[in-house]
């Protein structure tokens, strides 16, 4: 089957829905408690029957595992734990069979400290090529004995590492290396032409396999500023644990260590490669960066397909600050010609059926624990489910973390010992993180492991009430969250909503700040935020409701926290 593509001649990305599997936690294959491709692979034609266009596939690579993956040791293969290359390419040859694309996670900002260029870095002396490719300095004060400069790591503790803790020679004595995340992920230089050219391999190594793209992981964050000046504005910490980020604020100065003018280089680079390769192959940015226009710059025409609208994920429960972050979204992007993406979850914040359910929806805690306020567990779902309507109908492309569409929420109860996030370490013990988004998923009610491998083990531990959110539980509910997500799909396609217009509207007499109203092609999607009723007009038929109203209740009466979409046609 040719993949699908909608909108006439437009590429696929303009408005893709993309599913994101965190592979450790999708489907275990082989029991050992661990998701892995072959699982992945086992469970694709429920992907294509959910109705999604494509599945971004966070790393699978080598990796000592010390930040899920996102610590890798090998660009070019696949971590034992998770499977082989031929796995990639049963993989993707089933992928493309559904009509399904698959981009994978590109992490170029850092390697694992166990990869063999840091290895040769570390075994070669000061001011070595071998060293060029990572950021190594002499440090400050006596003996070199202190940081170069004040950066501070985004996980917690000093962005500098002592490279003699490392090797053990005294010769490193007062040789630092940066790490902009965990110790165990030194970052790369980016003004080394071999470091541009080792990844450029690595990209055509994936691209020639056949993925239909990258996710840029840091997408901000390679390029450092010159001389890397001491920064006081504290690890910028947009996403994780980060507030709300208000459209149209001033340009934020995320600090000499992101945004830097010379990341767009890569990117042009990058989009030169991929336009060599057949088919419409895309990259999409987390490109952590405000205002919206200043996220919009890695999405011009020559740079990258997609940036996510963190933005958006971020934005509080309400009626006018989501009309403003997907208004000036909209234009942002739309001034370089780019489609705007929209998500409400990933694998580094607090499920947002777990997030809506909290007092203030505009802050992500970095991850909750037993001791912490409780969300709300069923206004956090009906919020969710009207989240997910507008967040559908939106014009552009959606993402999907794995689990959503299942209704699922954090998991916020997570004994302290089965912590994995470095994070949690990093921290003193005093931020969560992030393991509570990344539950093995429940496929089967009544399994041990609720179905996720054949023996029952999971890597993390599943809540117990899980398993009336499963998947073939919820297959067999016409009114289950699955069900919405997968008639909101079937609709968005058929309809053309992710190639639509939007224009907003109001319902006559009712206030703004209660109710958002925009129409996308022939749909009125409504989301009511207030306690009174709302009634939507009549002179069409309502398509989808967020809830499911009481048997004889008016189809057309929405109550709080509710969404639909009505045609208007
Ligand atoms: O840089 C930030 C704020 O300006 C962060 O929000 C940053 O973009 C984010 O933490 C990056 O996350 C990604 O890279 C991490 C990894 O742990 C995450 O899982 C991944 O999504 C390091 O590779």
Redesign the pocket.
């Known amino acids: 089957m040719a993949p699908r593509g909608r909108g006439e001649g437009a590429p696929w990305w303009r408005d893709a829905v993309i599913y994101q599997v965190y592979p450790k936690s999708f489907a275990d294959s082989d029991g050992d408690g661990v998701g892995d491709l072959p699982g992945i692979t086992s469970r694709l034609d429920h992907l294509a029957w959910l109705g999604v266009d494509a599945v971004w596939l ?1 790393p699978f690579y080598p990796s000592p595992q010390a ?2 993956g ?2 890798v040791s090998d660009y070019c293969d696949v971590d034992p734990l998770l499977g082989t290359l031929a796995d990639v390419d049963a993989l993707l040859a089933r992928a493309h069979g559904l009509g399904l694309r698959v981009i994978v ?1 590109v ?1 170029p ?2 390697t694992s400290d166990e990869h063999p260029w840091f290895r040769a870095a570390l075994a070669a002396p000061a001011g070595s090529p071998e060293r060029d490719l990572y950021v190594l300095r002499r440090g400050t004060g006596t003996h070199a004995g202190s940081p170069p400069n004040n950066w501070q790591s ?2 917690g503790g000093p962005a500098w590492s002592p490279v003699d803790a490392v090797t053990g020679d005294p010769a490193d004595a007062g040789q630092w290396y940066l790490h ?3 110790r165990r ?1 030194p970052d790369l230089n980016w003004d080394s032409p071999v470091v541009r050219d080792r990844f450029e391999g690595v990209l055509r190594f994936w691209l020639d396999r056949g993925v239909d793209g990258f996710r840029v ?5 390679l390029v450092k500023a010159e001389g890397l000046p001491d920064w006081d504005g504290g ?6 644990g ?1 507030g709300e980020h208000a459209p149209g604020s001033p340009v934020v100065d ?1 600090g000499p ?3 830097q003018e010379g990341v767009h280089d890569i990117y042009r680079a990058w989009n030169r490669l991929l336009a060599g390769y057949p088919g419409d192959r895309a990259m999409v940015g ?4 405000e205002p919206a226009e200043r996220a919009a710059r890695y999405v011009r025409p020559d740079e990258m397909q997609q940036a996510f609208n ?1 933005p958006y994920l971020q934005c509080r429960w309400d009626a006018d600050a989501l009309r403003e972050v997907i208004s000036v979204s909209r234009e942002a992007d739309g001034a370089v010609g780019a489609p705007t993406t929209w998500v409400l979850s ?3 914040v607090v499920r947002h059926a777990s997030m809506l359910g909290l007092a203030d929806t505009g802050r992500s805690p970095n991850g909750i624990g037993a001791d912490d306020p409780q969300p709300d567990a069923a206004l956090g779902l009906r919020r969710a489910r009207a989240a997910a309507l507008l967040t559908l109908a939106l014009p552009g492309s959606a993402y999907l973390y794995q689990g959503e569409e299942l209704g699922l929420p954090e998991h916020t109860t997570l004994p302290d010992e089965v912590r994995q ?3 949690w370490f990093r921290s003193g013990g005093t931020q969560r993180g ?1 393991d509570g988004c990344r539950v093995p998923l429940p496929w089967q009610a009544g399994r041990p492991g609720l179905g996720f491998g054949p023996t029952g083990r999971t890597w993390l531990p599943q809540p117990a009430d899980w398993s009336a959110l499963a998947v073939d539980v919820q297959r067999d509910d016409p009114t289950s969250t699955l069900h919405l997500y997968r008639d909101a799909l079937r609709l968005r396609a058929e309809l053309g909503l992710g190639s639509g217009d939007l224009r907003w509207t109001a319902l006559d007499g009712v206030d703004h700040a209660q109710v958002l109203a925009l129409c996308v092609g022939a749909v009125l999607v409504v989301v009511n935020f207030g306690d009174e009723p709302v009634t939507v007009p009549a002179h069409g038929a309502t398509l989808l409701r967020s809830d499911v109203p009481a048997a004889g209740a008016d189809p057309r009466v929405l109550g709080r926290d509710t969404a639909a979409w009505v045609s208007v046609g």
């Open positions: 966070s930040d899920g996102y610590d996670d992490v900002n850092h985004i996980f902009t995340f965990d992920q992981d840091v997408a901000h964050g690890p910028a910490a947009m996403v994780m980060g995320l260590m992101f945004d987390e490109a952590c960066v963190f990933n694998h580094d996030d470095p994070i992030r």
